[in-house]
């Protein structure tokens, strides 16, 4: 089965700063999907950046960029000059390839200070 | 592109009642997914839909459970016999081709 695993409940960061959001899974797949969801108070969950495990290539939104490094089966989320509209739920999400069931770690808290 | 909608977005009910709630997926998506979220949680998932076929079910999804897509196009998600265990957000998602989940408001059910 596979499982992902968010540790950091609650983080906040200095508008205009930086911050990184950690995520592991665990899986014996070779191929699948990694995201990253915000779900704001508005309760809409928004996809923020996705991830080919295939690629070795990190990717890339704007502000946002991840680290993925699949031997560890990690996959963290940097946001660049943080703003106040980042304040949100952050939920790190798995799926393997030619499947549809998505699985979401527990989130992460963050609150943008001004 | 008017997004997912999901109606109502909150539902109080009394144990042992029936509830039903409504997704509309946005239009031209062909996937639609159900899921449901506690308090301090990420979502789980509970069922997928194919056009009107259901392809996939959770062991989440327990017999008081039944999901209906009947045209392929707007989906109803029944549970009989509420119970407090069942109070969660129950979100709803479409997808075209590809595993770009869009996510509706949800529904916030509260069963007392």
């Known amino acids: 089965a596979q499982t992902v695993t968010q540790s950091q409940p609650e983080m906040s960061v200095q508008e205009a700063e930086t911050v990184t959001l950690s995520c592991t899974y665990d899986t014996s797949e070779s191929n699948y999907y990694l995201f990253w969801y915000k779900q704001p108070p508005s309760r809409q969950m928004i996809l923020v950046i996705r991830q080919e495990a295939y690629k070795q290539q990190n990717a890339t939104e704007n502000r946002f960029s991840v680290n993925f490094q699949k031997a560890a089966k990690s996959f963290s989320l940097k946001i660049s000059d943080s703003q106040l509209g980042d304040t949100a739920m952050y939920f790190c999400?798995?799926?393997?390839?030619?499947?549809?069931?998505?699985?979401f770690g527990a989130g992460t808290r963050l609150t943008v200070k001004p | 592109d008017t997004g997912v909608s999901q109606d109502p977005r909150h539902k109080i009910t009394k144990r042992g009642q029936n509830v039903t709630f409504r997704c509309d997926p946005i239009?031209?998506?062909?996937?639609l997914y159900w899921y449901r979220q506690t308090l301090g949680q990420g979502p789980e998932f509970l069922t997928y839909f194919q056009n009107e076929a259901q392809l996939e079910k959770s062991r989440l999804l327990s017999d008081r459970f039944s999901a209906e897509r009947p045209k392929g196009s707007f989906s109803t998600l029944e549970i009989q016999r509420t119970e407090q265990g069942d109070s969660a957000m129950y979100l709803c998602?479409?997808?075209?081709?590809?595993?770009?989940?869009?996510f509706g408001s949800g529904t916030q059910l509260s069963v007392l």
């Open positions: 239009s031209e998506h062909n996937r």
């Open positions: 999400a798995f799926m393997k390839y030619n499947n549809n069931d998505m699985r």
């Open positions: 998602a479409s997808s075209a081709q590809g595993t770009k989940l869009f």
